[in-house]
């Protein structure tokens, strides 16, 4: 008897758990963020055309990607992350993303973070500001042709990718390792490179660090 109580003590819980997930998965359907953003894994991207088609990124691994933290707060207040419209190399990122109210980007945020990637294991990247990150970064690859990134007095880098200002408090660490050790499994068609086989795995770990430090 006693074990049984435990059993449904534990199922309680997993019920309890997955509530407030249920409850945001309505809301992001009925919002109809589901016409710019899919988030059934994996990857659905076969060709540009589709690439171009979409109208926003995709999220079925947001919960590996995102922290919990600032996603809550940016769906309340969303700004422009990227520079460039979506699927754009010419076009201004005009913003006007929706809000939603709070209790609306909580339950929102506990649907998208249960949205997960087997690839991304916890606890692997420590943000640091690594010097051999940065070079590789800035220099080497070179990243900061395509993403903003903070400087000592101003930001620097290019527009035609997602802003890294601020990654620091947006992404996952260990996320960003995961991307860069294996960047077909979470976007197959994009025009950022694959480093695989260009870097080594230690030194993807240095850029990981070094791009979880900025703020």
Known sequence: ?????????????????????????????????????????????????????????ELWYAGSKFQKKWLQAWLQDPKPIRSLKYNSLT?????GHPKLAAANA????????????????????????????RLIFVKKMPCSGCHAFPGKKKFKGGRSGPSLVGAGKRLNPDWIFAYLKDTNEFKPVRAMPVFKGLLREKDMKKVAQYVASFK
């Open 91 to 95: 076009a201004d990122n005009p913003g």
């Open 106 to 133: 909580k339950a929102v945020t506990d649907f998208l973070m249960t949205l997960t990637s087997k690839s991304v294991k916890a606890g692997v990247i420590k943000p640091k500001k690594n010097p051999k990150g």
């Open 1 to 57: 008897m006693k074990q049984l109580t435990k059993v449904l003590l534990g199922t309680g819980l997993l019920v309890l758990a997955a509530a407030p997930a249920h409850a945001g998965e309505k809301i992001f359907a009925a919002k109809k963020c589901d016409g710019c953003h899919y988030t059934q894994g994996p990857a659905r991207e076969k060709s540009i055309a589709d690439q171009l088609a979409k109208k926003g990124p």
